[in-house]
């Protein structure tokens, strides 16, 4: 990962500094400053930030349960499921990574760790499901071995049967 090393710990939002925050897209900065302590709080999503050695938060992540249907993935994939009308998934609603610290493997390290989070849970999901807010950021999802979910459009899902 890149220089500093980073800790990526659970967002802790009486603690860490979000008013800082700026990965360039006032969505995501405005939802780290004013909506994800809402979301922790109703268990709608878990947050994770990278903070740097001055605990900056240099990226954060979302997750929550999720699911997708059966007929979205290929069907080499599908064939080893059961034919429930839809699967669970993990999903990981938002990453986004300060400008500051773009660039330098920081999106790519933190997307690991979630798969690992995903990996570890005790409430299995199948697979770790994106939504890509445009194309560059489903480039970026297709980079990492992301594939597109069947009728949706910048949805891509990721096996985590494989990554065990
Ligand atoms: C997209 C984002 C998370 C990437 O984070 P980052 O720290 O700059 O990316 P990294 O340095 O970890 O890149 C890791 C790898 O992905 C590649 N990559 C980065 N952006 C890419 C893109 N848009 N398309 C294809 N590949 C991309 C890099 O070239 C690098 O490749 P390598 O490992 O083979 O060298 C970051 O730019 C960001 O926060 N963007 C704004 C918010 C956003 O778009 N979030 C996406 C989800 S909605």
Redesign the pocket.
């Known amino acids: 990962m890149t220089r500093p090393p980073f800790l990526v710990t659970a967002l802790e939002t009486g603690i860490h500094d979000r008013g800082r925050f700026d ?3 006032p969505a ?1 900065n405005r939802y780290l400053r004013e909506q994800v302590s809402q979301d922790i709080r109703r268990r709608v999503a878990a947050c994770f930030v990278a903070l740097d050695d001055s605990q900056r938060i240099a ?1 954060y992540y979302t997750l929550a349960s999720a699911s997708v249907p059966l007929t979205g993935l290929p069907d080499d994939l599908r064939r080893k499921l059961p034919r429930y009308g839809a699967i669970p998934a993990i999903r990981m609603g ?4 300060d400008r500051e ?9 933190l997307l690991v760790n979630a798969m690992r989070r995903a990996v570890a849970a005790e409430i299995p999901g199948a697979v770790m499901v ?5 194309p ?2 489903a ?2 999802y ?3 071995g992301f594939i597109d979910l069947r009728d949706a459009p910048l949805t891509l899902f990721l096996p985590l049967s494989s990554l065990r």
């Open positions: 990965c360039g897209v995501l990226a938002r990453l986004a990574v610290f773009k660039g330098r493997g920081l999106g790519g390290a994106v939504e890509a807010k445009d560059q950021a480039a970026f297709r980079h990492h």
